[in-house]
């Protein structure tokens, strides 16, 4: 049985994953392998998280992208998943951001959130890069967080089993793969932080 939401979760008790919950890292993934590797992807066809598990691609193709969108997101043309800015920016006015991500490298990712969020939500900002993604349950429990959105749905059963609680950001690769709680955009983590707050109409 599907896990129940939490009626209500203050955002400075909550942290998030970067790729694939702040970042749109698979339209980059897709839109790289389209544009310079002539490869067509369907976001569709993404249905694991380890994408050369189920994408018929060279895997030194699948490395040589990735590696780029680590080492030099701005560069690759990293995007923030739709709301996503409007939305982080707002939490910011109530407490510091948390993020917490299996990237080996930090400060290629902590320049990307400066220039997506500005100089003064960046810095309101604390971000660690594990480098694993199963070494995140430590790091999130020093930040004196609860709850943790992620779009791996291991990391979350992990964070599960350690007696937080994870949200799964909800893609194709985990779909069907937990029974934890999960949303769908950034427009729903709003409404589960800020659920008196009307928002205006602007992303």
Sequence with gaps: MTR???PSIHPGRIGFDIDGVVADTMEAFIRIAREEHGIAVHPEEITAF???DCLDMDPEVVAEIFQRLMEDP???GLQLMPYAGRVLREFAGHAPLTFVTARPLASPIAEWLR???GEEVHSR???IATGEHDDKTRHIRAMGL?????DRAQTCLTLEEAGLHPIVFSQPWNRGRHQLPCVENWLAIRA?????ENPDEAP
Excluded: H, N
């Design 74 to 76: 701005l560069g690759a």
């Design 115 to 117: 220039v997506m969020l």
């Design 125 to 127: 900002t604390r971000l």
């Design 192 to 196: 589960l932080c800020l659920p008196s």
């Design 146 to 150: 609860r709850y943790f959105i992620d």
């Design 50 to 52: 380890q994408v050369e």
């Design 4 to 6: 129940t939401m939490p």
